[in-house]
């Protein structure tokens, strides 16, 4: 697989891994040997960005993540995140004080089984903390070799600019794919121009662009998209067009829906890479399979027209997790 290069330098594979699914957010639990036969699987086909967080499970996942990949440690790049506080074993909004960066942080490093994390997000803005003390924290992280690079995660362009201002932005974590495009009218400018990576999460939609998710599809329980308003039924109808044509486009080619979604999001830009999750390792075989796929313009001025169509008034969290995401 071919590699990119977000901000700072950092280079990644095209596609990443999102690691958050294995045991966290969808209903899925996967046991220590089946999550690492998936990662390990996903190293065989070029995948050498892997991302987690400290909220995933909370912190399992980190365990998790770490333990498959020590015996490749140097063949790969481990991202996380900091910044929520934790009531028990759920979280509760927000934090990111600098002492309490440090010793999540700290925490974080132990669960991984690592002594440097390559690329530490900040998850989620915290507005009572200024970004400027974020980042100098971060920076501290930076010049005590725990960290190589920083990242923000929903971060608005006035977040990113001062966080940058103090010490560089390798990347931007946020939701984008055809499904959902607002980060294009003024985040991805600003990234062009601070020459910031790009890391969409969801970038099929949480499920919905593959085509096996349809309007009628009922989760199960644990699963996150129950909870999510742009995932009721009559939200999910309005993606209807957008994956007739997906799947129109992949018969043509000789793919799949999904790959043709992925296709169309690496297209966008070179310092983009997108970070699919999955439990399943043929579809993670699959997902790989998008980054050898060039579509024609033509295809690809299509989805994006068909795109544009999509309602996206409905909220993408339900109030107090859409009250995170900075502006």
């Not at 912190?59 to 333990?67: D, H, I, R």
């Not at 296709?263 to 997902?287: C, D, F, M, V, Y």
Request: with cysteine; glycine share 8%; aromatic share 8%.
């Amino acid at each position: 697989m071919q590699t990119r290069t977000l901000g700072d330098g950092l280079e990644v594979s095209a596609l990443g891994f999102g690691c958050m699914g294995l045991n966290h957010g969808y209903g899925h639990q996967l046991s220590q040997d089946d999550a690492t036969a998936v990662i390990r699987r996903a190293l065989d086909l070029g995948v050498t960005f892997f991302d987690t967080a400290q909220v995933y499970g909370p912190f399992t996942n980190e365990e998790l993540v770490g333990a498959a990949l020590a015996p490749v440690r140097d063949q790969v790049k481990i991202a996380t995140k900091f910044g929520f506080d934790f009531d028990g074993t759920r979280e509760s909004g927000p934090n990111s004080t600098p002492d309490y960066i440090r010793k999540t942080v700290d925490a974080s490093l132990q669960r991984l089984g690592i002594d440097k994390i390559d690329l530490l997000y900040q998850h989620r803005v915290d507005p009572d903390v200024a970004i400027e003390d974020v980042a100098g924290t971060v920076k501290e992280l930076i010049q005590a070799g725990k960290v190589a690079h920083f990242g923000l995660s929903e971060a608005g362009v006035s977040t990113i600019r001062r966080a940058h201002a103090v010490q560089p932005v390798a990347a931007l974590q946020s939701e984008y794919s055809l499904w959902w495009r607002e980060p294009e009218t003024e985040i991805m400018p600003t990234l062009q121009e601070l020459g910031i990576g790009f890391v969409p999460f969801s970038p099929l939609g949480k499920g919905l662009l593959t085509g096996t998710v349809d309007s009628q599809a009922e989760f199960s329980e644990g699963d996150v998209r129950a909870t999510l308003p742009r995932y009721e039924q009559d939200s999910r109808a309005a993606a209807a067009q957008v994956v007739s044509l997906l799947s129109g486009i992949a018969e043509r080619r000789d793919a799949t829906p999904a790959q043709v979604a992925l296709a169309w999001l690496l297209a966008q830009q070179p310092w983009i890479s997108p970070i699919p999750g999955t439990t399943k390792i043929h579809r993670l075989e699959e997902n790989a399979g998008a980054a050898a796929l060039e579509l024609t313009d033509d295809e690809l001025a299509q989805l994006t027209e068909a795109s544009a169509r999509i309602d996206t008034s409905a909220a993408r969290y339900p109030d107090k997790m859409q009250s995170w995401i900075d502006r």
